[in-house]
């Protein structure tokens, strides 16, 4: 029955999808034709929903008020920092690693107008490829913002002047996140000064100092990109660990990683003020508890202490979609908020704000308006920080396991005891799995090491598929790979490993 429904919105949904595939977006009156879906939003939740859409045949429309499409994720947040990464990594390998390979290069010197062009590229290839696949699965494009006019309507303040007005069956709320702020450290990306995640991705010169406010991924990364310029990065965190959800033995081994890398740590601190000065900025901190004032002065401060929902100008009230205390759209099982034809996904709800994440809710919310079960597993979403080395997990810490009660069997693998990473001149890290103590079920691993956030696949797998230490164990894995360190501490799980 279930299919049966699906197969005729997806005919219907082909046959006025090419038929309405040029429309001309200058028009001020309402669009007459029903749509199956608008989503609001381009992110990768909302372009991920709309091109799933377009493949199923559904009459889909995108409204992005950014001008650009890809979110956050490919305008200000994963691409422009990973192309970042990249960059420093290189100028930090060339100057201090290549010569343990017999390279030898003088006067190694970073252009940051250069590195600062090839991020713009990645980002306009990126973004550019996403209209091209909205072209090709027909998924129309408003370039505007959309507010939602009532449960089967939108209505579009277009980018050049004028609006539309949208008549859908379904509409899916996509609006991601922004940066939240911190009164006492007021953000002004222009003046370069304070900056939030955004501004740090376009400083223009390399600065002597910066402090980084909050110890979680998105500072840590960007701190990692000045620092391997040679900027000194203090990190000032309220809390007494960096990324507080992480498993403490990777948290301890990675602070100690960054602190090698120059880095300083002020643990279980607050601001309780800044200052612009000619000089930088002067931050006054104290203790978490309080007491113990001290300042500093820094050439440049990174706000990074945490991200919350964009939902600005929808119209939610108004509906009685609820929003809970974060500020999180509140959605049902199936995406669904309380008012039936209108869904809500990505950073914008509960969950990680991650892009992949928001990515498969962006299918299993599509699959479900079209009549099939759509679904996302939030055991087997990983986690990646990508920093040097990088940081990656999935499913269940040790201190979640501890805490539920549930007996486990846990192996390691150091990355120093691997022939590749060894061959590589890059030993720091381990690989850790954690497995039920009855079943050998994979419950949760954690990598420390050089391209953790691909190596963590093989557990997502693992743990999507049900798989045990052994079975993993057993997996012949290629020679020489970094990968063999993930099947060696699955053998220290249910046996011993070989080599260490
Ligand atoms: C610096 C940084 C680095 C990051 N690195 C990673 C990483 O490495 N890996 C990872 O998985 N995640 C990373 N993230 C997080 C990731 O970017 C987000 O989780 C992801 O973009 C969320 O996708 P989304 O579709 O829910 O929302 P968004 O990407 O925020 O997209 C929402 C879009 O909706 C638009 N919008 C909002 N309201 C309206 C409206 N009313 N009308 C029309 N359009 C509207 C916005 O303009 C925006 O483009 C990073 C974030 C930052 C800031």
């Given at each position: 029955?279930?299919?049966?429904?699906?197969?005729?919105?997806?005919?219907?949904?082909?046959?006025?999808?090419?038929?309405?595939?040029?429309?001309?977006?200058?028009?001020?009156?309402?669009?007459?034709?029903?749509?199956?879906?608008?989503?609001?939003?381009?992110?990768?939740?909302?372009?991920?929903?709309?091109?799933?859409?377009?493949?199923?045949?559904?009459?889909?429309?995108?409204?992005?008020?950014?001008?650009?499409?890809?979110?956050?994720?490919?305008?200000?947040?994963?691409?422009?920092?990973?192309?970042?990464?990249?960059?420093?990594?290189?100028?930090?390998?060339?100057?201090?690693?290549?010569?343990?390979?017999?390279?030898?290069?003088?006067?190694?010197?970073?252009?940051?107008?250069?590195?600062?062009?090839?991020?713009?590229?990645?980002?306009?290839?990126?973004?550019?490829?996403?209209?091209?696949?909205?072209?090709?699965?027909?998924?129309?494009?408003?370039?505007?913002?959309?507010?939602?006019?009532?449960?089967?309507?939108?209505?579009?303040?277009?980018?050049?002047?004028?609006?539309?007005?949208?008549?859908?069956?379904?509409?899916?709320?996509?609006?991601?996140?922004?940066?939240?702020?911190?009164?006492?450290?007021?953000?002004?990306?222009?003046?370069?000064?304070?900056?939030?995640?955004?501004?740090?991705?376009?400083?223009?010169?390399?600065?002597?100092?910066?402090?980084?406010?909050?110890?979680?991924?998105?500072?840590?990364?960007?701190?990692?990109?000045?620092?391997?310029?040679?900027?000194?990065?203090?990190?000032?965190?309220?809390?007494?660990?960096?990324?507080?959800?992480?498993?403490?033995?990777?948290?301890?081994?990675?602070?100690?990683?960054?602190?090698?890398?120059?880095?300083?740590?002020?643990?279980?601190?607050?601001?309780?003020?800044?200052?612009?000065?000619?000089?930088?900025?002067?931050?006054?901190?104290?203790?978490?508890?309080?007491?113990?004032?001290?300042?500093?002065?820094?050439?440049?401060?990174?706000?990074?202490?945490?991200?919350?929902?964009?939902?600005?100008?929808?119209?939610?009230?108004?509906?009685?979609?609820?929003?809970?205390?974060?500020?999180?759209?509140?959605?049902?099982?199936?995406?669904?908020?309380?008012?039936?034809?209108?869904?809500?996904?990505?950073?914008?709800?509960?969950?990680?704000?991650?892009?992949?994440?928001?990515?498969?809710?962006?299918?299993?919310?599509?699959?479900?308006?079209?009549?099939?079960?759509?679904?996302?597993?939030?055991?087997?979403?990983?986690?990646?920080?990508?920093?040097?080395?990088?940081?990656?997990?999935?499913?269940?810490?040790?201190?979640?396991?501890?805490?539920?009660?549930i007996k486990y069997n846990k192996g390691t693998f150091p990355f120093s005891a691997n022939s590749?990473?060894?061959?590589?001149?890059?030993?720091?890290?381990?690989?850790?799995?954690?497995?039920?103590?009855?079943?050998?079920?994979i419950l949760g691993a954690h990598i420390i090491g050089p391209n953790a956030g691909e190596m963590?696949?093989?557990?997502?797998?693992?743990?999507?598929?049900?798989?045990?230490?052994?079975?993993?164990?057993?997996?012949?894995?290629?020679?020489?790979?970094?990968?063999?360190?993930f099947k060696e501490a699955c053998m220290d799980t249910y046996d011993k490993p070989i080599h260490?």
């Amino acid at each position: 029955m279930m299919f049966a429904a699906a197969a005729a919105v997806r005919v219907q949904g082909r046959r006025t999808a090419t038929a309405y595939a040029f429309r001309s977006f200058t028009s001020t009156t309402p669009l007459a034709e029903q749509y199956d879906l608008v989503v609001i939003g381009g992110g990768p939740g909302g372009y991920v929903a709309a091109i799933k859409a377009g493949q199923l045949g559904l009459k889909t429309a995108c409204v992005e008020m950014r001008g650009r499409l890809g979110g956050t994720c490919l305008n200000v947040g994963c691409i422009p920092s990973k192309a970042l990464l990249q960059s420093s990594h290189h100028y930090h390998d060339a100057k201090t690693h290549f010569a343990d390979h017999g390279i030898v290069i003088d006067n190694v010197s970073m252009d940051i107008a250069k590195m600062q062009t090839a991020k713009a590229a990645s980002v306009e290839a990126l973004t550019g490829g996403i209209e091209y696949l909205f072209k090709k699965n027909n998924v129309e494009y408003f370039k505007g913002k959309g507010s939602i006019s009532g449960p089967n309507g939108v209505n579009v303040e277009l980018l050049d002047g004028g609006t539309e007005s949208i008549d859908t069956k379904n509409i899916v709320i996509a609006t991601g996140s922004e940066v939240s702020p911190l009164p006492p450290v007021p953000v002004h990306n222009a003046g370069g000064k304070i900056v939030d995640s955004t501004g740090a991705l376009d400083i223009d010169k390399i600065p002597e100092t910066m402090a980084v406010v909050g110890g979680g991924v998105i500072g840590l990364e960007m701190g990692s990109v000045w620092s391997r310029l040679g900027t000194k990065v203090t990190v000032i965190e309220f809390m007494d660990r960096l990324c507080p959800a992480m498993d403490i033995e990777l948290t301890k081994k990675f602070q100690t990683t960054l602190k090698k890398q120059g880095f300083k740590f002020n643990l279980k601190t607050k601001v309780v003020k800044s200052e612009v000065g000619e000089n930088g900025v002067t931050l006054t901190t104290e203790k978490s508890k309080g007491g113990g004032e001290k300042t500093e002065t820094f050439d440049i401060v990174l706000v990074a202490t945490g991200r919350r929902p964009f939902t600005e100008g929808l119209g939610l009230e108004a509906l009685g979609i609820e929003q809970d205390k974060l500020g999180r759209v509140v959605v049902d099982a199936h995406f669904r908020t309380a008012v039936p034809s209108i869904y809500a996904i990505g950073d914008c709800i509960n969950g990680p704000m991650l892009a992949h994440k928001a990515e498969e809710e962006g299918i299993a919310v599509t699959e479900t308006i079209a009549g099939f079960a759509g679904h996302v597993n939030y055991d087997a979403i990983p986690g990646v920080i990508y920093t040097y080395p990088e940081v990656a997990s999935v499913g269940k810490t040790e201190e979640e396991l501890i805490e539920a009660g549930i007996k486990y069997n846990k192996g390691t693998f150091p990355f120093s005891a691997n022939s590749r990473a060894r061959a590589n001149g890059s030993t720091e890290g381990l690989v850790k799995v954690l497995a039920d103590a009855e079943t050998d079920k994979i419950l949760g691993a954690h990598i420390i090491g050089p391209n953790a956030g691909e190596m963590i696949a093989e557990a997502v797998i693992a743990i999507e598929y049900g798989a045990s230490s052994e079975d993993l164990a057993r997996t012949c894995h290629a020679h020489p790979t970094l990968s063999e360190a993930f099947k060696e501490a699955c053998m220290d799980t249910y046996d011993k490993p070989i080599h260490f």
